[in-house]
């Protein structure tokens, strides 16, 4: 199994980078119809290992440059994402397996890992 890029992009954020990507891409597009000049948007994502964990946090940075009538207006947006790592590195924002809170009567599994109180 590998990464669903349609998924993976929407997860981003919580479905904010999708939604900032599709406005950029449009706004961007339309200075370059206006001014018949060149744009750039620009996607980049870094990653490192969360430690002690199956997870990598994801850099994710919007970066674009639309044409004016006299120049250039350029941005760049960066925020980040925690994802799980399944099988053959496919990204997910949900783990690919989550052990069973309850048993079959409705208390708590003693299999799971309790969670530690601070």
């Not at 970066?63 to 590195?89: C, L, R």
């Amino acid at each position: 199994m590998t990464t669903s890029v349609n998924q993976f992009i929407s997860e981003l954020d919580g479905g904010v980078f999708e939604e900032k990507l599709a406005h950029i891409l449009s706004d961007v597009a339309s200075a370059v119809t206006d001014y018949d000049r060149k744009g750039e948007v620009q996607v980049t994502l870094k990653m490192g290992k969360i430690k002690n964990s199956h997870q990598v946090q994801i850099e994710h940075t919007l970066k674009y440059k639309k044409p004016t009538n006299h120049g250039s207006i350029s941005e760049d947006n960066a925020t980040s994402t925690p994802m799980y790592v399944g099988t053959k590195g496919a990204l997910s924002f949900f783990p690919e397996k989550q052990d069973q809170m309850f048993d079959k009567k409705g208390g708590i599994n003693s299999e799971v890992t309790p969670i530690r109180k601070s």
